[in-house]
């Protein structure tokens, strides 16, 4: 049941329904809001794979280092559109990468 569901498995599932169709246009608030870095990594990605597939996502966030993951960022401060500004691929890639593996995993070991 739902309320069973931590804060970030009940956004994971949401997100999964909202995807699973691969629908015209997403609207995304905050989608990494309430999960660990890991997961927050692989939604983004698989945003970006949405968008590459051709479908639109409009991706509220706070966090720049997200807004960087986008092609565009409009930056809009009380209700006006102070800036809008094109992301060049390369800082869209490597924005997508921004998680670093735990130190266990790095050094081949798991968790003890």
Avoid: C
Avoid at 18 to 35: C, H, K, Q, W, Y
Avoid at 36 to 61: C, F, H, V
């Amino acid at each position: 049941r739902p309320t069973e569901l931590s804060g970030g498995q009940q956004q994971r599932v949401a997100i999964a329904r909202a995807i699973a169709a691969s629908p015209p246009i997403i609207m995304a608030d905050e989608p990494t809001g309430n999960l660990d870095s890991r997961s927050g990594a692989e939604i983004m990605q698989r945003l970006a794979d949405l968008n590459d597939r051709g479908s639109t996502i409009i991706l509220i966030t706070h966090d720049l280092r997200l807004a960087r993951a986008a092609k565009r960022i409009i930056t809009i401060h009380d209700g006006r559109v102070i800036a809008d500004e094109a992301v060049p691929e390369s800082q869209r890639r490597e924005a997508l990468t921004f998680v670093e593996p735990v130190a266990a995993e790095k050094q081949g070991g798991g968790s003890q």
